[in-house]
């Protein structure tokens, strides 16, 4: 499997960079006519599937709103992911795993090798990058990716993501700086691969631009476009210094809302106005 | 139903302090000779269960270790789950979950009224303790507990957990404060309460004595007793000042490696131990 970076960019150089999440809330349930049950999340991402084909190269189911049906949720999850990458899209599972040593193995057998295989992960790192070692071994062999939430779109999570680092460096920055790190040694051992299997969420509202994401040298999902506030003007001049293919946004309940019918004429206008914002 | 704090105190008094790690990695699967699919995972947990009955309060299976094969292992969890509250023991979910508005909600329900609910859940702060706030809500109605991951007690977790907040305290030390406000209001609010809904995941070994835990009002969950480190004696110093009935010391490989014969009486071994130690 050719590693993560690379698929996307090569996806996304087709399709454009949107990345479209796939939200089953009990209202967008609601809305979109389907009951709030097991059937009904399977049918809400099979119909996200249908109607983002060739238009979309990746796709982001929230776990959290399989999970809340239990294990049948989690028995939907697994085929809303594997309706979606038979069509050829890529899958990041929006889970936010993120556990020490063992535990991190685990959630690396979850996401990379179980019937929950996705293309990439988002993982959080409150114990740290390093515990998340095993997670991130698994990804590169399985050539996947391992998404760090990094700076999140609501304020609340300053406290922690603003918080100053012994180096000086605030949290934020200092995962970037590690993440950046672990890439490059990534990229180095390989001959040909041009970014790592490390990337990072950081919210579009987030002023990504004060951050050193241009630095990263992986995959940069940005959530927060659309509903949340972000224009693709705003995407554009947040992640100006980011190599070509390497920046998602991502955008749920703004399209979701729109309903089945409207979500891949939605899904196209964004692709196109974010493409010249990225350029 | 009683609210979680005063369930743990009533069942600690009774049986004493100790939880029990369910944890089964494909490693102790092996060992205990069963296998490495979803019926060795109900297996696994419901031999716990009924080692445990009588001995233990409270249980904590590991949700990673079910979740790694998928679907079908969060059913396993699901019966483990119900095993386990079917013989009146109290059931945290170690899950570390942790997400932002909306899909913090998800993850209530999915921990607090599907077929997952447990009597409390560990959560993850890296959004700060506000964005959590449905979770606690929900917590809070269905007389649950969270259980805010705060001191992990890997080396890895220094550079986040002791950064510097804008208050001028650690991470770790703002959250405890954060934390214990909630609960004090919580209290206040309930006439009769004298703990509230919000706890935190310390690590033994990572120096509580050092931490605000003493303040916090609710139940602190203190994983690495045994293969990790920390002794009994150990405990009891690091969280002298606690109230009684508040500080569940935990323990999983150290004892599920002894095999499910030598579960019980290691575990009543314990027991004593830390009854001792805790006063």
């Given amino acids: 499997m050719q590693p993560f970076a690379d698929r996307v960019a090569e996806a996304t150089g087709r399709l454009g960079p949107l990345c479209v999440g ?3 809330s009990a ?11 097991p059937d009904g999340l399977r049918a809400f991402g099979e119909r996200c599937v249908q109607a983002l084909r060739g ?6 189911p929230q776990v959290a709103f399989f999970e809340r049906l239990g294990s049948a949720g989690m028995a939907a999850l ?21 556990d020490v040593a063992s535990t991190a193995e685990a959630y ?12 990439a992960v988002t993982v959080t790192p409150y114990v740290g990058l390093g515990a998340l070692a095993p997670l991130l071994a698994a990804a590169r062999m399985a050539g996947g990716g391992v998404l760090v939430l990094t700076a999140s779109s609501n304020p609340e999570g300053r406290m922690v993501q603003e918080a100053v680092t012994a180096s000086g460096r605030t949290v934020e920055e200092a995962l970037l700086d590690a993440a950046a790190e672990l890439n490059r040694a990534e990229v180095a051992a390989r001959p ?28 940069l999902l940005a959530p927060g476009v659309g509903a949340q506030g972000a224009t693709a003007a705003d995407v554009g001049a947040a992640f100006a210094g980011c190599p070509p293919g390497s920046v998602l ?14 979500l891949r004429s939605g899904a196209l206008r964004l692709q196109e106005d974010l493409a010249a914002a990225l350029g």
């Fill in 192 to 219: 040909g691969q041009r970014l790592g299997s490390v990337g990072a969420v950081v919210g579009a509202t987030r002023s990504p631009q004060a951050l050193p994401v241009a630095t990263l040298g992986g995959v």
């Fill in 55 to 60: 238009a979309v190269a990746v796709v982001k």
């Fill in 78 to 98: 697994e085929s809303v992911i594997a309706a979606a990458r038979a069509e050829g899209m890529l899958v990041i599972a929006d889970a936010k795993r993120g």
């Fill in 27 to 37: 209202s967008l349930l609601e809305q979109w006519g389907l009951p709030d049950g």
């Fill in 249 to 262: 946004p991502s955008v749920s309940r703004g399209l979701l809302s729109q309903g089945p019918d409207g």
């Fill in 108 to 119: 690396a057998q979850a996401w990379f090798s179980s019937p929950l295989a996705a293309d």
């Fill in 22 to 24: 796939i939200d089953p």
